[in-house]
């Protein structure tokens, strides 16, 4: 018989600055990078008023890490410097591995009514692919499957497998899954994920119970403490529910759908030296990454 997961803990997204001035609410990143190893950083950018994103993210570098950006409204234009250039529009996938330094730049362009929506996911990279050769993978929604369960729940498969059906991204080292789910007005839905590793979802819309109990103890994000109360277990929009152990989570919506991203992966267990854009192993890799960007000699010539 599988094991549940259970809520582990709870929090809403709190608003930050980030880039050249860009208002977004940060789910999770910079204070405990273990809480989600592999996963460092969940951004929810979500404006309708453009002066809150249009600064954009000139021009900066990335070592060590994976950023993954989904869009659901609005685009962002982009390059890099391996001459890639062009635009994520809505319901594409920029997965971007910057291994051994990148460097780019993201504008964000709202739609005719100003709406902009998108997310940006960091995932590490282990020690021994930190210096891997770059890579850029643009994904369009076109290319992203869909798949309807028995249950009525709708799956678009941006990494991972469900029922035989893969996603785009393949041969990513931590074996991430990253569906984005729509759970239909009294509906459930399970999904099963390998033992040990770390599973969280971001609700996008609705509410629903993340927890088959409905009743576990969570936690909500108060000046940056974690504040213990007992309640259902029923999350809406930006909150992130990080599941503990075991083989499945179960998800039930209410009167209403619930939509969110679900985002599994291997956790790495290594130790993480983190300042800024660059993710690396020791002090001594950082100030080495940031020297070399000084000199000029971070990006990294093909052998």
């Not at 152990?245 to 679900?262: N, T, W």
Request: aromatic share 10%; with cysteine; charged share 25%.
């Amino acid at each position: 018989m599988n094991k549940i997961r259970r809520v582990k803990k709870a929090y809403k997204s709190r608003p930050t600055l980030e880039g050249a001035g860009v208002h977004l609410r940060r789910a999770v990143g910079f204070d405990r990078t273990d809480l989600l190893d592999p996963f460092l950083l969940l951004d929810d950018f979500h404006s309708s008023n453009p002066r809150d994103y249009i600064r954009g993210f000139p021009w900066h570098p990335h070592r060590g890490i994976e950023t993954i950006t989904y869009m659901l409204q609005g685009r962002v234009e982009h390059g890099d410097s391996m001459g890639n250039s062009g635009v994520i529009s809505p319901g594409d996938v920029q997965w971007m591995t910057a291994g051994s330094g990148i460097i780019h730049q993201e504008m964000p362009k709202g739609q005719k009514d100003g709406l902009m929506w998108g997310f940006q996911l960091w995932a590490n990279l282990p020690a021994s692919h930190k210096m891997m050769p770059p890579r850029y993978r643009g994904i369009t929604a076109e290319q992203i499957p869909e798949v309807t369960t028995s249950g009525g729940a709708r799956i678009k498969i941006i990494c991972g497998e469900v029922d035989k059906v893969a996603g785009p991204v393949k041969d990513i080292v931590t074996s991430p899954e990253y569906l984005d789910v729509t759970v239909p007005p009294g509906s459930d839905f399970k999904r099963s994920i390998p033992g040990g590793h770390t599973a969280f979802a971001y609700v996008i819309d609705g509410e629903g119970y993340f927890d088959d109990r409905r009743d576990p103890y969570h936690y909500e994000v108060v000046n940056d403490r974690y504040f213990e109360f007992e309640g259902d277990a029923v999350f809406g929009p930006e909150y992130l529910v990080m599941f503990g152990d075991g083989d499945e989570i179960a998800v039930s919506a209410g009167d209403k759908p619930v939509r969110f991203l679900l985002i599994s992966g291997k956790p790495l267990r290594e130790p993480v030296a983190w300042y800024g854009p660059i993710v690396m192993n020791t002090e001594e890799e950082l100030r080495t990454a940031f020297e070399e960007y000084k000199l000029g000699t971070f990006i990294k010539k093909p052998a």
